[in-house]
């Protein structure tokens, strides 16, 4: 049992979707020529990377073998989703979800990693419609459960018996919970809890499996005894009649209809009108309702701000694996891609030989490699302060909170901007579904809205910035990420503090680069907080001035997080130890952090770090650099180690037989399946007899 | 008959989406009051906007008109198509398709704007299967037809007997089509052309209307006829049998399969083996094949460039709907949508007050205005140049191409960025179906590689610049909009040509704000074509120079075009008489370009156009403006003019009734249509019955 409790917490891990797998074969006989040549005149053993990013060499052999136990489990395997309803989606991924705790017993897996490594092999990186009872309703339970409750709902849970899910945003409350509407009261004649949805917009709305897939959820409702309201607490509510799934009375629950993407999820809706539920199905482990209605505070609940900090330390990770993913498809589909003519008279050339396509993807492929290395420093900063947390010390939560706050909202972003950037770099054919990349985007831009709306995460992280700033400015030392605070709090009063500071930045050395973001975070993390000092100076009342300031206290955290993004990224590559290969990755990160610059050369000019005459030094070096990675990109991007199934891409195969796949994909469509559309004789043809 | 080839000619416009029908009626009973008071509180009347976008009150009447004439026609109606298979909105299309020249001809509508009106209603702004009929097929006639061709094949395209595709592009082949490898070889024993794809690369690939729904195919070939390949041509190829549309010998026909968006469209792929057809199906107005295979060469071909033009040009006015359609739901939901707190205590406040959801949405409701006029001023061009043309005189043709080149990328890359910005602007409810945000972007984003890859046509621009400059300093005078290159000839030797010019910008002065952008673009088509310079002098060939100062030229290109728009926006407020129309108007043209150069200062400060203390307030300059704007957004929008319909949202609603249709909208789901999924007997029951 104690081993399943474990399990089932490492599930915490699957919210979302994630994609990786795969083992790469450096011999094919089919393989397309540019490709194979791309991969013979690379510089450094791709491999190396991959051991790099999984851990070390046992890990690399280790995935890939619990990959493969999905990959090739012909159980498993299932049509192009391309090709079908969403229903039948739904189905597909409904099958393999039941499948999978099967298949996890059978191979014996149980480390937390490999149970990710697993599913996500089974379901292809895509999201699946257990995924809130695995990763919410379970651990929930496990958290806020009593050991009676446990007894009665944890088993059945693990078997699948009863299926759950976590119903907390509703159709008109979403970040701020405070505001739920949703009601739950106490009822001491029956010893029963009585929800409602009082209002339409207290509907709850979102919860993944809710639709039809549930017969329980977690519902968070404003908890109602003896005459008063005591906030939000969570309640057990079965909403399905086990046996039959019929919806219980008083319970109105269906699927919110068709996404953007994510049809294999039956996000749902959930109406309650009048639903009693005994009075032990409110989760008790911390506040209680007493039989006779009385009211007993929890203590404290600072475990659940551990709980939100984990999920967004692994979002930072997710934007990392789909990004690279994204840049995987685009860089080997330039390398197969002959278009136009570079030198007149010659063949067409390879799109990748293209210097405006290198400036798309190289500086993409960059960030990839960055935020990798930025997850697995969240993962082990995570794991290293949960250590603290449990020995009592919670001195680093706030950084670690503050830091994942705005690491998954900077991650995030540029991710989903940079899969659509490599989705158009494909040209018209990366519009096709074929190219596997409207599905990576449609998967992976909720994460820019869900776990926290980004622009309310910078918020959060600026808020963090800004006492920190104040600190350091009243003389107390700061530590951590933001200590370069306590460089800046003397100089405060001067009227420009940062521009005289003489330049001392050398644009090739990463080292002074890193300088130079710190330099360029403190001054907007410096003019964000004067800026609100002046608002709340013009006896503006302190929430107005901070939303008059929102705009500056954005982009201070976003420099803030670019910062930190450069320095990991800097900081890793004292861990490399092969030469090829720590040449590559320094270039990568050169490109990263100049390119940055070349991006925001006014925030650089203005805090004085940088000249006139280095921008334009800069800019010249990005170009160069491109030339520099244009040879390694291919075995950069294998490095990722992606298997084909995973990628599910024509256009970014291994082996490079893009337009025999495309051609064979285009003829399973549906819409093939006759020669003549019934629609012809319908519309068509009776009207070309008339004539 | 003249009058049909009239309709015809008009119906080149319609290739694309356009959406922006409606009737705003400012008194209805179950408004909700947000929305309500902000209209009530807008200091403009949102009508004469609306005017100003439509040319006249009379044009707004008019369109108005014509577009009720679809919008409440029953016969036109159909069920919500997200709701829909892929086989099944192909075939709502397709029904509607055949209706409309039924309709047409009705009501008598015949002017080409109003066609294009009528038609956009018809189709709800989305592309539909007769596209390149009516767009591409029938106008490559018209213009490239004997009069014995058309004759032959006009009138049984207009009554949709012929049903005809365009097959340029193949699945290797794309915007480069001198590399084509579709052949036409003339046989003058039978006297046909015997057409075939050599290679799985020139399988013909992507035409609309190709997959399931063509007759005819107008095929671009290369021509080979007395053992000596004379480059493309058009040909005439009948793919489908007429009377049973099945395809005939020797073609491979059908769909490529489904894509992001485009549902309703089936493109296709087509693959010929040993075609043959008759000699007289070359489109033979300018290059004949004689009956004993003489080639006659054509005279010159500067009208196929004047169509490009038009239809890139109309794509600009295509940003400016698609993205103010995206505005329109953005802005209404944020004043619907109440969420978080401003002020403690307090009720939760709409969230268009927060500063943070003005600055996403606010410069783009800016962009979306200046892109209307830009839109108009690049139509006005186009009828004006063209009026030149038919007079004998090309003076101002290669500026126009190269401005609807440099424009079609600027607005198309910046309005889907946008359109994704409002849908994330919306939170979580943005991301599904029913905000109709996720339609507007798999629907427009396609502009960014079709007609001319966007990077392919900022280089088409860069050229024309780059020749504009070295004219300009060999001290030819250039004239239009790149006349501001003469001023830099004579300096262009000096190490700081413009860093030395004195500062003497208004940053509350939109003209002033016009030379600034001036002054950068100056800055980087100078510096692009010194870089290119400097190549050349490190004796590359002139091809590898070009290659290697690619990301330069673009961004010399975009820093024109983001001038041209300023410029555009500026001019265009002299034309406004109405004072409130006006204040607001030249409110949104200083937020454009502020926020222009708040996003690129380093390019301002680099230029020497601006200095540091500027640049503060130039961002402290927009944050007071999106204050100015705050009350008027929703009126702003509304000018906009779209019916509910069009927009397709229940996000975006003119009454704001945004939850109530939600739920409404989310119980059509088809996964709701029984009240347990098929899966849960297949896979769930059996399960849980084991335990």
Known sequence: MLSEVNLVISFVALVGSYCCPSTCFYIRNTMNPDLQRERETACFNPELITNLLDGSTERTRRRREVEALALNDPELAHEDLNFLSRSERYEVALRKSALLFQKLKEHGISDPDEIYQFKRSVHLGRPEPLDLHLGMFVPTLLSQATPDQLDRFFTPAWNLQFIGTYAQTE???????????????????????????????????????????????????????????????????????????????GIEVGDIGPKFGYDEVDN????????????????????????????????????????????????????????????????????VRH??????????????????????????????????????????????????????????????????????????????AGIEECRMA????????????????????????????????MLQTARFLVKSYSQASSGQRVAGMVSYLNDYSSRQIQPHPVAARPTVVDINDLSSLVEAYKLRAARLVEAAAKNLQAELQRRKNKDDAWN????????????????????????????????????????????????????????FLQAGVLTEPQITQVNQRVKELLAVIRPEAVALVDAFDFKDQNLNSVLGRYDGNVYETMFEWAKKSPLNKTQVHESYYKYLKPLQSKL
Not at 212 to 237: E, M
Not at 316 to 326: E, F, R
Not at 595 to 600: C, E, L, P, R, V
Request: charged fraction near 15%.
């Open 548 to 603: 008059n300031t929102s705009v500056d206290l954005v982009r201070a955290s976003d420099a803030h997080c670019h910062y930190v993004v450069v320095k990991l990224f800097s900081a890793k590559l004292s861990e490399v130890t092969d030469t090829a290969v720590h040449s590559i990755l320094s270039t990568l990160a050169l490109m990263y952090a100049l390119h940055g610059i070349s991006k925001n050369t006014g925030d």
């Open 426 to 457: 494909c040209g018209g054919h990366g519009y096709s579904r074929s190219s596997g990349l409207p599905d990576i985007y449609v998967t992976f831009t909720p994460t820019c809205t869900y776990e926290g709306e980004n622009t309310v995460m």
């Open 339 to 416: 278009q136009s003519e570079l030198r007149i008279g010659e063949p067409e050339p390879q799109i990748l030989d293209y210097q405006t396509q290198q400036y798309k993807l190289f500086p993409l492929l960059a960030t990839a490699y960055a935020f990798h290395f930025v997850g697995q420093y969240m993962k082990q900063t995570y794991l290293r302060i949960t250590g603290d947390i449990n020995l009592g010390d919670f001195s680093e939560l706030p950084e670690l909170h503050a830091q994942s706050a705005g690491l998954k909202a900077f991650t995030t972003w540029i991710a989903t």
């Open 171 to 249: 159709i008109g409350h979403g970040t701020h919970i405070r505001a739920l509407e949703t009601t739950a009261t106490y009822d001491p004649s029956t010893q029963e809890f009585v929800l409602n949805s009082p209002t339409v917009t207290s509907i709850k709305w979102w919860p993944g499996g809710l639709g039809k897939t549930s017969n329980h959820a977690i519902v968070l409702a404003q908890l109602y005894t003896q005459g008063q309201c005591r906030g939000l607490h969570a309640f057990i509510v079965p909403i399905r009649e086990l046996g039959t799934h019929k919806p219980l009375p």
């Open 268 to 335: 749902g809706f959930l109406k309650m009108d009048n639903v009693r539920i005994p009075r032990d199905n409110m989760l008790m482990k911390f506040a209680q309702v007493e039989p006779d209605g009385t009211y007993v505070k929890p203590p404290s609940d600072k475990l659940t701000y551990g709980t939100m900090v984990f999920i967004r330390s692994m979002i930072v990770g997710d934007s990392a694996q789909m990004l690279s993913k994204a840049c995987t498809i685009a860089v080997r589909y330039s390398a």
